[in-house]
């Protein structure tokens, strides 16, 4: 793990020890797998079936995380999702002399500059011409990695493209486990913030 990595997550640690009881403790069985998934009641032997409710792939962790094609359908990952994205544009609305565009309501297309083929989460427009385009991952935590480099991948040719038109342009993959946990691929964000001169530590403590 690289100091950026351990530095985030320790944060995490210090987030962790100030929830609320009952929040700790679902944080605890989430990380040891002991949340009551049908999975776990039938091994268990508290249930008769480990199937889902609502598409009949065995309910484990996972499922329930990041793998229920009904729960993909209702908007529930999507959901998790953008509530993270529009904190981070919220809170990078406050670097000055910087344009922002972030793919959810309220703020300014990414389309404007990337264009209707790919929808990057993020961009920003600072004042010495550098354009970040930040990518959010939301997930399980076995596969933050795998879709940090499939999304590197897929946004190659726009960071090229962009080159054209900016001085410098910078990918960032910020990569979260539904528990807060940052991926090895977060370290750029953190190099990010630091040349925004911009410390959003306190306000994830305080949010």
Known sequence: MNHSTSTFNSLWSSVQSKLPKNIFNFTIRYINNTLPTRKNLSKWGLS???????CYSP???LHVIAGCKTYLDQGRFTWRHDSVLNFLASTLTAVKNSTLYADIPGFMNPSVIAGDRLRPDLLLVTENRCLYILELTVGYESNLQVNANRKRQKYRDLINEQKADYDKVKFVNLSLSTLGVFGRSSENFDGMLSSLKLNVMPSIVNT
């Open 59 to 61: 309910k484990t962790l």
């Open 48 to 54: 008769s079936t480990s199937d889902c409710f609502f």
